[in-house]
């Protein structure tokens, strides 16, 4: 069955099922007069089968609800898992944001440089050039 609840629905109804031929074979039993042989041997047959059945189903549903609490916990600490996992990466984004500002900030930087060294090559009257290519000592 698939659900607990159907199951749980399953053996009330069966419980009374048996109930009624647990009061059925006591009217019997108290001055009705008995069916014959066969036919009291059917009901025993049935109620046993009955009885075994609800046995068999209710060792169904705890095992089901075993089943059930230990998928819950599992949930549980997959989660606590997810968490951590969350922020652990939202602390790696904002390292990989911090560390990518600082490399902007050096690309910058090294553009600036070397638009002013071509600037300075590019000047005749530059010290490189009255040194002879030699930099200039400052």
Not at 63 to 78: A, F, H, P, S, V
Not at 109 to 132: D, M, T, Y
């Amino acid at each position: 069955l698939d659900s607990t609840e159907l199951m749980q629905a399953w053996l009330s109804g069966l419980r009374e099922v048996l109930n009624a031929t647990a009061e059925g074979d006591s009217s019997d039993a108290t001055g009705q007069g008995r069916a014959s042989g066969a036919g009291a041997t059917d009901a025993g047959a049935a109620k046993a089968t009955l009885k075994e059945l609800i046995r068999r189903q209710e060792a169904r549903c705890v095992e089901l609800e075993d089943i059930n609490t230990r998928k819950e916990q599992q949930l549980l600490k997959l989660h606590g898992r997810l968490e951590e996992a969350l922020l652990v990466l939202q602390a790696g984004q904002k390292m990989y944001a911090e560390q990518q500002q600082i490399l902007e900030a050096q690309q910058k930087q090294i553009a600036v440089l070397c638009r002013k060294q071509s600037q300075e090559k590019s000047q005749p009257g530059s010290a490189n050039s009255k040194a002879g290519g030699a930099p200039a000592a400052e």
